[in-house]
C-alpha cells in the first residue's frame, strides 16, 4: 500500500494559499475606519431627518464594519500553523465569521422589514433633503470602501469567503443607499412620505439576498460538500479512466476553506503495474481540477488476472463509502 506525499512543489503551492496579511489588514482597516466615522454622523443624520431609511442604512454599516473587523481577526488567525489537535490549523475561522455575517445581515433584515410596515401603516414626515445629501455621500463611502476591499482581495492569493462576506456588506450597502437617495428625491418633488418605508424594504430585500448566500455557501463547507461546480461523479470517472487504474472507491471531494478544495480515494492498480507512477498521475489529474490537496491510498488488486480484465475484489473493503468508479471494459 502506498500513500501519496506532497511534493516539495506542492507543498510550496500550498502555502501560496495564505493570505497576504499584511495588505489584507491594511486596507480593511482603512475601509472599515471609514464606514466607522461615516455611520457615527448618519446615526445622527437619520434621527434628525425622521428617516428609517438612513438608520436602517446606518444598522447596516455597523455590520460592514462589524464584518471588517471579523476578516481583519479571522485573517490573522487562519494563517497560523496547524498544532495540537487542529491539523488544519484554524482556516475554518474565516467560515465561521462568514456565517455570522450571513446571520446578521438576514436576523437585521427581518427587524427592519418589520419597521418598514410600521411606517407603511402610520408614515411619518421626513425631511427630504437632508436624507438626500446623507444618501448621496453614503454612495461615495461605501464606492471608495468597495475600492478598499477590492484591493486587500487583489493582494490576499486566494478567494476568502471571509473578505466576500465583508464585501457583500459593502455592496449591498451600496444599492441600499442608492434606494435611499431615489426615496428622497421623492419626497423632496412629491411628497411622499412612504417613499421611505419603501426604501427600507428594498434595503431588506437586499440583506436577505447578501446574507442567505452567505449562509448557504458557508454551510456547504461546514458540511463538507463539494465546492460548488465540482462535480465528484465526473472526477472519479475521470480517475477510473486513467492507466492501469483498476478501481476509484470512497472518494471524497471537499474544501477545507474557501478556495482550498481537498480530496481523498482508495485506488485500486493493475497488478504488475507502478502504483507510485499511477498516484503521481492522479495528482496531476486532480491539479487539472482545481484540486491540489489531496490524499490518495493506492493498492493492487487482490484478483487473479491482472490488466484490465480483472475481476476486482468485492470485499477489498468492508464499508466503501460511495460509488465504485471503474473503466469501461472492452468488449
Known amino acids: 500500500m502506498s500513500r ?4 516539495a512543489g506542492q507543498q510550496h503551492h500550498g502555502h501560496s494559499h495564505v493570505l497576504g496579511q499584511d495588505a489584507d489588514g491594511r486596507w480593511l482597516a482603512a475601509a472599515g475606519a471609514l464606514i466607522v466615522v461615516f455611520m457615527a454622523g448618519e446615526v ?30 479571522t485573517t490573522k488567525v487562519a494563517v497560523r500553523p496547524p498544532r495540537g489537535g487542529y491539523t488544519y490549523g484554524l482556516r475554518r475561522m474565516e467560515i465561521l465569521s462568514a456565517q455570522a455575517n450571513g446571520i446578521t445581515l438576514v436576523l437585521l433584515a427581518i427587524w427592519l422589514g418589520y419597521e418598514a410596515v410600521r411606517r407603511l401603516i402610520a408614515p411619518q414626515p421626513v425631511t427630504g433633503s437632508l436624507m438626500l445629501t446623507v444618501a448621496l455621500a453614503g454612495v461615495c463611502v461605501n464606492l471608495a470602501a468597495s475600492r ?20 457583500a456588506h459593502i455592496l449591498t450597502d451600496l444599492f441600499a443607499f442608492a434606494a435611499t437617495a431615489v426615496a428622497a428625491v421623492i419626497v423632496i418633488t412629491a411628497g411622499f412620505d412612504r417613499a421611505d418605508p419603501i426604501a427600507t424594504l428594498v434595503v431588506v430585500g437586499l440583506m436577505l439576498h447578501a446574507g442567505g448566500g452567505l449562509i448557504r455557501a458557508s454551510g456547504r463547507i461546514f458540511l463538507e460538500a463539494a465546492p460548488a461546480g465540482l462535480d465528484p461523479a ?12 483498476a478501481e476509484v472507491h470512497d472518494l471524497h471531494v471537499w474544501e477545507i476553506t474557501s478556495g482550498m478544495p481537498a480530496a481523498s480515494a482508495h485506488v485500486l492498480v493493475d497488478q504488475g503495474e507502478d502504483c507510485h507512477a499511477v498516484r503521481a498521475d492522479l495528482e496531476a489529474l486532480l491539479a487539472q481540477h482545481g484540486i491540489t490537496h489531496a490524499t490518495l491510498q493506492v493498492d493492487h488488486v487482490t484478483a487473479e488476472g491482472g490488466g484490465r480484465d480483472t475481476q476486482v475484489d468485492e470485499t477489498h473493503c468492508e464499508e466503501p463509502h460511495g460509488p465504485r468508479y471503474r473503466p469501461e471494459q472492452s468488449p
Open 234 to 245: 465526473r472526477v472519479g470517472a475521470a480517475m477510473a479512466g486513467r492507466p492501469h487504474v
Open 44 to 73: 445622527v443624520a437619520g434621527v434628525v431627518a425622521h428617516s428609517l431609511a438612513l438608520v436602517s442604512d446606518a444598522a447596516h454599516m455597523l455590520t460592514d464594519a462589524a464584518s471588517i473587523a471579523l476578516a481583519l481577526v
Open 148 to 167: 478598499m476591499i477590492a484591493r486587500s482581495r487583489d493582494k490576499g492569493g486566494r478567494r476568502s469567503l471571509n473578505v466576500e462576506g465583508a464585501a
Open 4 to 7: 501519496s506525499v506532497p511534493a
